[in-house]
């Protein structure tokens, strides 16, 4: 049996009793901005927590909840209820490295200096564990809680831009012929996933998605993968960029049961001169008439992408903490 947690400040999460809270927090304070995936993940966690304990064990045992994404927590409670979260994980394989994310704080309960205060008792918990160093995303336009995490240390260590193209974009856009085109396009083979390697440690050290870091096995071709692929009627496919023989950008696809989704990278002084022959050649293998979802560097053409149909959507920074203060 649990022990009734104090009536108010940071504290450790207790699961499941605290998942119907957590989640309806996390809704609340990400509204209008989760996906239908991480929304039907937290209606479906919910529902596992509401049945007890039982229930929970066993949806961890057999795989319906990941136990690594429910394991530790910390929260903020004010006289019993909570009114602030984090969820603390492990970023692995990275030895000693964590995450922070699902930082929600209620409406009522916010410039009290809980957030502040909530992240100071994550980061010191996740010291009590061992852990080396910390990462999180924050979208740039909270500019509060962006000034937040860099004033309790964190750094800033990267960028994404998320761009989406609407399903009611039915044709393939075409831009104007570059006067200077000396890049070529093509779809790698698998030899040459070595190069996109290469590109990704110059570019992007620290890794295709926040919540990752940077490995070989995001980008060798292996059997297996491709069998899963396969089973679950999904396509995966990389292109690049070659100007003056060395690999410059590169695009990877992957398709979803609702469009496709896209990471574009490109090395800085390319912006303009391969986005069109990169999302062409992914357009001749995904359907045009589909929505796409994009993720790109800063080094990309905002220009260039508008023509194309895209619309920005939002801007993330990457972050990373260090609890000895040392390099990265």
Known sequence: MNS?????????ARFPQDVPQITELVELGFAGVLDYPSRKMLRDVRGIARMGEAAWGLSRLFGAINPEEWVLGSVWREEGRIVANATLTRRTPEAGAWLI?????DPDFRRRGIARGLVK???????????RKVYLQVDAVNESTVRLYREAGFLDIGCRIAWLRAREEKKTPRLEALADSSCRVSTRV??????E????KDVSPSGSAWNTPLTEQSFRPRFWKWMEQ??????????????GGRVEAALSAFSRWTGWEGVLIQREGTGGKVERDLLDAAWKTFPPEQSVLLET?????ADSLVKLGFQ???TFIWMRYTFDGGAP
Not at 101 to 105: D, L
Not at 236 to 243: N, P, Q, S, T, V
Not at 297 to 301: I, K, L, N, R, Y
């Open 4 to 12: 009734i947690p104090p009536s108010s400040g940071p504290q450790r």
């Open 101 to 105: 994310s699902n930082v929600a704080v």
């Open 121 to 131: 008792y994550a980061l010191d918990e996740i010291r009590s564990r061992g852990g």
């Open 190 to 195: 698998s030899s040459e996933w070595v190069e």
């Open 197 to 200: 390697y290469a590109l990704w």
């Open 230 to 243: 396969m089973l679950e009627g999904g396509t995966e496919k990389h292109f690049l960029a070659r100007c």
């Open 297 to 301: 560097t800063p080094e990309a053409s």
């Open 312 to 314: 920005k959507r939002r």
